[in-house]
């Protein structure tokens, strides 16, 4: 099935440079930016697009990030003529972007002499605040509005040079601007480092022979997942899910598929019909990040060494209603639909997955990111700051081994931000960091268990929660038990009273008081022995 | 006279240099009591009367990997007992829905928390009272640990209170492992991890190298002994003993230095290093114009984080003892169980489970006559014998042998694309040197697999490791964590002159003749890494600069304005080591007919053919000789399947073009 002119070892190798490439722009990254979420907690992405906006290699960054950046940098081709030197930034949800803490950043790499970009290198950041109502810009918004400052695509640096108009208006509308400006120098930087390799690379080949060996790389991935889709079996299968509430009303949202797979073809096909209408909070997750939790499932079904491209959509089809929550139009809120709704997204496919393969699919994980985000001034430098961390779960137990505990699963995989980070940044200070006993679903293979994170505030501060699973436990599969939800815990510094805040709040605290969060534990797999 | 000892799971090198050339005695490794085979390997070479003994030793690597070291009490900050174990809450593989969880070398009971608390700046919060203290040690007493990790929150701001643990801790009489002077930087994880290691080779490391200067000084009372680390520098055993996990590549990283001055001579700059021994390969990149192989201070050993600065080294837990067995679900496996020194491949006498170098043996791949000097007896009845009560469902022990080489060479196929393929390097620009007792086995199929164009099979390839032991240099460094904003640049002569007079003078109590390298981590405040920088002592500013134009070359952008911060200053002492260059010999045209022995079945392909056997002592400079062959020497044996041809340099190293692809 290979062409002909194109060697195994000579496409692995290949394979590999443009991967390294997306690799080496996250290393920039962190190793210059300036805030804790992205240099201790890597929350960042960086891809390498082919002449056409097509990914060719994806960093093993975060997967929410990297299954939407191609509509980033086909929004930045839409809206801007590029000309050499120029670097697009880009954050709107409904222009290529996903939430607007995640900016986005697309330089197109020219060739000498030629007009036209030859590659896009395009790298993703969550910071930890853009503005907004609440501190932090992960808050219970009701329009997008509230949610901090929109950044259509626009150029952030011209010919080289940083546009200074465009940077000031954005760091103007943000609550730590200093922060923010060092995170987008970092930014600039990391995709200059990218399109240094890209030339390096296109030196290397030569650009006709990177021009074959792209496509190859593109029909390599789809071959690999047509071959597994070929071994599905026929039919339908559908499943539904919960998000125990929008965070403005009590009432429960839905999402739900149906996975058509054609194995003579070799293509399934996905229908979100049936899931609910958008809502008035910000649960509502943008086409691009449903698109995104399908490029996910689809590239685990893959051998663990099979590249992340475009050629694994090819066989893949795509329906959703467009104002619904897994398909939001403006002016919908949408800052949890990239952390929460995604991972339900997941939790859906998997459960449908699971009827047809049930031996390669795992019990639901925590399902939930567990965002907090906190905000104030430093009592130390009298400066202000703001913090944003998500704390891992369970992960869902497997057919054959138990989940692990306390790790980071489907569409996110941060770190944690080191508590001698974390103490040296914020006013704070962490009294434990465990694991949550017991909280994973018993079973033939138990769920893992989820964490308990506990810190004391050192000042005054605006403390937001974006969380789900409180009241939708993660499911068991062949009898396994379902995870124990989470729950977070505010201790009042001076009466030591106890209060539960539900999963989606935004409250003052104050120095002295303490929040304690406890993850879901992921579901169990088959049924435990008597 | 200086003497280089590699101790492997299998055998025990031994390197020198006599009438300016390089000699090499191997003796069989004791695994019980290490340092016994350093002594035999010294008896053999006959000690005259000052013995500067440098060690290399795999005993860190192998516990490491075969998971056999002390049971170890983690000790922290009580709240954050888990810490050990959560790491840092990502996953390894981003699409694996069925990966392994993440190994943790504490197991629950074994963590134990101190009411105690130091905050961000230093202070400390909260100190264990003495009571609270007195029931840890009952505790840590009562759960049987062998070994003790002590790493608190932010000690090492305030290591007051670390110290206090220690100090009680102290009465176990076990091994005390200190965060703060293993690794004294910020992120617990990190510094608990590598804490965690060294507790965990601590009393085997101690107990073996405080053994081996003890006996080397009953030999002789004014023996020194050294010992490798992992960072390619050498450092008194004594060190080495207190801080083991310094040493975890010591083995390998001689390896490294051998590698790449070996190929340096011959005329090689991008090398790939096979370096397969009885328990284990290690494989790593070099190139030599660049400064060799790289550091790196994000290493994993068999699964667990190192954070401390080590030569970037891949291990694949594979070797040619080697033990192969069918699994579970009817799977041939090799690896990583090893039969050792003791008792050994079947082949030897003792053993009694199918290995590596059974399978070589059985294929005709080793020499019954030749190997190792004839110092070993090899049965090949047992070995048939064996071997086919080993061979499961297959249908010969031939097949089920050529079956082992086939898995053992797919592992270390990949291991070297780790390192190759998978950071961007095309693996055929790339000179494979190959070395340890079975690399020059397997280096021509391997080779072949990856389309690597030329073996380099050095001159005693058994004893490579050895070599660079022998050749490297004494390193030791020194740092002083400051926090001071760039402008204090100009007023660091004074801090640097402290680290230097201190380093002086332990190199000068050592007797070392030491030169000072000064180095400065700067980074832009509030960034989380740092970048290293030369100092220049005359005009200090020139460091700044110097860091703006290294940032913008590898991170795309500087900006002279920003605020930058001297994190720390770093002084490193280095004593040349042996100043030996290879001479190299007059290249004579011949065919190696005076060293061919005789001929014998080899199995190539599925069948056996007739190959010649030559002996590399025998051959000389500009022979060259076609395959199918075998080139047996004292510490290895080298095989040449049909259509590589092998040419010996004028260093003796043999020059091997695989296959036919290659045009010399």
């Known amino acids: 099935m290979t062409r002909a002119d194109v060697d195994p070892v000579e496409l692995a190798v290949f394979q590999s440079a443009v991967h390294s490439i997306a690799e080496e722009m996250g290393a920039a990254l962190r190793r210059t930016a300036l805030s804790p979420n992205i240099k201790e907690r890597r929350d960042y992405s960086c891809a390498v697009f082919d002449s056409r906006g097509r990914v060719i290699a994806m960093g093993d960054h975060m997967p929410v990030h990297l299954g939407s950046m191609p509509m980033s940098v086909l929004a930045a081709i839409e809206a801007i003529e590029f000309a050499p030197g120029d670097i697009a930034v880009l954050n709107d949800p409904y222009a290529g972007g996903t939430h607007l803490p995640d900016i986005t950043m697309v330089l197109p790499v020219y060739q000498v002499k030629r007009d036209r970009a030859a590659f896009y290198v395009c790298n993703r950041a969550h910071h930890a605040d853009v503005g907004g109502a609440h501190a932090g810009s992960m808050g219970p918004a009701r329009e997008i509005f509230q949610e901090g400052i929109r950044i259509p695509p626009v150029r952030i640096v011209r010919a080289g040079e940083i546009d200074r108009d465009v940077l000031s208006l954005i ?51 789809q071959r690999l997942v047509r071959a597994q889709l070929r071994e599905m079996p026929e039919g339908e299968f559908v499943a539904e899910d919960w998000l125990d509430d929008d965070g403005v009303s009590d009432e429960p949202r839905r999402i739900a598929v149906r996975l058509r797979f054609d194995p003579g073809a070799g293509e399934l096909h996905a229908d979100f019909a049936g899931s609910s209408a958008q809502v008035e909070g910000s649960v509502n997750a943008v086409r691009a990040i449903t698109l995104s939790a399908c490029f996910y499932v689809l590239r685990c079904l893959l051998p663990r060494d099979a590249p992340a491209t475009a050629g694994i959509l090819r066989p893949f089809t795509l329906t959703t209603v467009p104002g619904s929550i897994v398909d939001a139009r403006p002016p919908a809120p949408v800052a949890g639909g990239n952390v929460e709704t995604s991972q339900r997204i997941v939790d859906v496919l998997l459960r449908a997955l699971a009827q047809a393969v049930p031996e390669r699919v795992p019990a639901a994980s925590a399902g939930t990111m567990s965002n907090l985000t906190i905000g104030g001034t430093d009592p130390r430098t009298g400066e202000a700051f703001t913090y944003y961390e998500t704390t891992a779960g369970g992960m869902g137990a497997r057919p054959g081994l138990d989940g692990i505990s306390g790790v980071h699963t489907h569409m996110t995989n941060s770190l944690n931000t080191p508590i001698e980070a974390l103490e040296y940044a914020y006013p704070f200070r962490m009294i434990r960091y465990a694991y949550r006993d017991g909280s994973g679903g018993a079973g033939k293979f138990r769920g893992g268990d989820g964490l308990i994170r506990e810190l004391e505030l050192l000042a005054d501060a605006q403390v937001t929660l974006l969380a789900d699973r409180r009241r939708f436990r993660p499911y068991g599969l062949e009898g396994g038990e379902d995870g124990a939800p989470g729950q977070a815990v505010v201790t009042q510094g001076e009466t030591g009273s106890e209060k539960k805040l539900p999963g989606k709040t935004s409250l003052r605290l104050a120095k002295g008081d303490r929040l304690r969060i406890e993850t879901p534990g992921g579901g169990g797999w088959g049924k435990r022995a008597r | 006279m200086r003497v280089a000892i590699d101790t492997g799971g299998t055998f025990t090198d031994c390197v020198y240099l006599a009438d300016g050339r390089l000699q090499a005695v191997k003796v069989f490794s004791t695994p019980s009591d290490p340092s016994r085979a350093v002594m035999n390997g010294l008896a053999r070479i006959g000690v005259d009367v000052s013995l500067e003994l440098r060690h290399g030793t795999t005993v860190g690597t192998n516990t490491m990997l075969e998971r056999t070291g002390a049971r170890v009490a983690f000790v922290t900050t009580a709240g954050f007992e888990d810490t050990i174990a959560i790491g840092r809450q990502a996953r390894a593989s981003l699409y694996d829905w069925f990966a392994p969880a993440p190994v943790c070398l504490v197991p629950r009971e074994l963590r134990f928390g101190v009411p105690e608390r130091v905050s961000a700046e230093g202070e400390i919060l909260r100190s264990p009272t003495g009571e609270e203290l007195t029931a840890l040690v009952e505790q840590v007493r009562a759960s049987g640990a062998e070994s003790v990790a002590i790493s608190l929150l932010f000690s090492f701001t305030n290591p007051e209170t670390e110290c206090r643990v220690e100090a009680a801790l102290g009465s176990l009489g076990i091994p005390v492992s200190v965060s703060d002077r293993i690794l004294p930087e910020f992120r617990e994880f990190e510094r608990a991890s590598t804490t965690v290691v060294n507790a965990y080779l601590a009393p085997r490391m101690e107990s073996y190298l405080l053994q081996l200067e003890k006996r080397a000084k009953e030999q002789q009372s004014r023996a020194r002994v050294d010992v490798m680390q992992s960072s390619g520098g050498i450092i008194a055993a004594r060190l080495g003993a207190q801080e083991p996990v310094r040493t975890v590549l010591s083995g390998p ?362 002996r590399r002592e025998a051959l000389v400079p500009g022979d060259a000789i076609e395959g199918p062959a075998l080139i047996t020497e004292y510490t290895s044996a080298t095989l040449l399947p049909p259509g590589c041809r092998a040419r010996v340099d004028g260093f003796d190293n043999l020059v091997i073009a695989v296959g036919g692809e290659v045009k010399e």
């Open chain 1, 171 to 221: 760091l103007l509308n943000v609550r730590t601007p200093r922060e923010r400006e060092g995170d987008i120098d970092s930014q600039i930087g990391a995709c200059r480092v990218g399109e240094q390799r890209v030339h390096e690379l296109v030196e290397k080949y030569g650009f006709m022979r990177a021009e074959a060996l792209i496509e190859e790389l593109l029909d390599y991935s």
């Open chain 2, 253 to 614: 990283a001689g390896g490294v230095i051998g590698a790449c001055r070996v190929a340096r001579w011959a005329g090689f700059e991008r090398i790939i290093g096979f370096d397969m021994g009885g328990t284990s390969t290690d494989v790593f990149l070099a190139d030599i114009a660049a400064g060799g192989a790289q550091l790196t201070r994000e290493s994993v050993v068999g699964g667990v984080p190192i954070g401390l600065s080590m030569l970037d080294i891949h291990t694949a837990g594979a070797g040619g003892g080697s033990i192969a067995c069918f699994d579970a679900g009817g799977m041939l496996r090799v690896g990583p169980e090893s039969a050792g020194a003791e008792p050994g491949p079947i082949c030897f006498g003792s053993g009694a489970r199918a290995t590596v170098t059974d399978a070589d043996f059985l294929l005709g791949r080793l020499d019954a006559e030749s190997f190792l000097g004839g110092g070993v007896q090899l049965h090949p009845e047992r070995t048939e014998q064996l071997m086919c009560e080993c061979k499961g469902p297959l249908a010969t022990a031939e097949e089920f042998a050529a079956g082992i080489v086939r898995v053992v060479e797919t592992q270390m196929e990949k291991a070297i694309r780790v390192i190759s393929v998978e950071r961007g390097h095309d693996p055929r620009a790339f000179t494979l040197v190959a070395f340890g007792g079975c690399g020059p086995l397997h280096a021509c199929s391997l080779a072949r697999s990856l389309r690597i164009p030329t073996v380099l099979i050095p001159a005693l390839p058994g004893a490579l490791s050895a070599v660079g032991i022998l050749l490297a240099d004494t390193v030791r460094d020194y740092s002083r964590t400051v926090m001071l904003p760039g402008d204090a640049i100009e007023n660091l002569q004074a801090i640097f002159a402290e680290l230097e007079q201190s380093a002086g003078e332990e190199f000068a109590a050592e007797g070392l003749d030491g030169t000072a390298h000064r180095s400065l981590d700067l980074r832009y405040r509030r960034q989380g890494y740092e970048l290293n920088v030369e100092y220049d002592a005359q005009s200090p500013h020139r460091s700044l600069e110097a860091f703006h134009a290294l940032h913008r070359r590898r991170y795309g952008f500087a900006q002279e304005s920003r605020p930058v911060e001297i994190v720390n200053l770093r002084l490193r002492m280095i004593a040349a080591g042996e100043s030996y260059a290879a001479e190299k010999r007059t290249l004579v045209p011949g065919n190696g007919r005076t060293a061919l022995v005789t001929t014998r079945k080899i199995y190539f392909h599925g069948k056996f053919q007739e190959s010649r056997i030559y």
